[in-house]
């Protein structure tokens, strides 16, 4: 069988060029300064036995394409450092608990754990498919380059009250997070210089590209990660 090949893009830093590796569905890599750091690894989109050990993992909630132990386990050393949200502790010994609104410094890396959460979106029974307080998104300072990667999420105040991204991924599957209409809105709130749409299933890239053409500031990049 042929190797799986991820498509990869480089940003300049202060401290050095990031490099993010597009995993797929909500699973990414960056390597910074000869560390990789993983973004909820998740087995189906990758074969992380091959892929290199992780320094930092950050989990953004403990649904089981985010939180997959079997991926965790090919990544994971002695010295691996685990971000989660206090519902994940359970499955992930050792991790670093980071609650809504808290900042961290882990392995030279700040990092700020935002809420992530739905509002309109719901189950049959009208609990919301992510409950406030349950999960994370988090912004991760690589030199002067911040990067949000904002969880499963919808076009929350918290979310958009962000200032000062310059890399933003934001969640668009449905029914689970946002419209292309509600990642649009997000991203002209925080003005990203580049924005990438994640975890997008079967929604239409092209919608929010339409959306975004008036504002030529936002760079919008479409990478497999559906």
Known sequence: MKPKTFETDTIGASEGDLQITFLGHGSLLFAFRERWIYVDPFSRVADYAVLPKAELVLITHDHRDHLDPDALGHIRTYATAIVCPERCREKVPGG?????????????????????????????????????????????????????????????????????????????????????????????????????????????????VELLKAYPEIEVRIRRLA
């Open 96 to 208: 670093i608990l980071m609650r809504n609104g808290e900042r961290r410094v882990v392995h030279g890396l700040t990092i700020e754990a935002i809420p992530a959460y739905n509002i309109v979106h719901t189950r049959e029974g009208g609990e919301p498919f992510h409950p406030r307080g349950h999960g994370n998104g988090y912004i991760v300072a690589f030199g002067d380059l911040r990067v949000v990667v904002a969880g499963d999420t919808e076009n929350t105040p918290e979310l958009k009250a962000l200032r000062d991204i310059d890399v933003a991924f934001l969640p668009m599957n449905l029914p689970y997070t946002m419209t292309p209409e509600m990642v649009a809105e997000v991203a002209v709130a925080i003005r990203p210089r580049i924005l990438y749409p994640y975890h997008y299933g079967t929604s239409d890239t092209s919608r929010l």
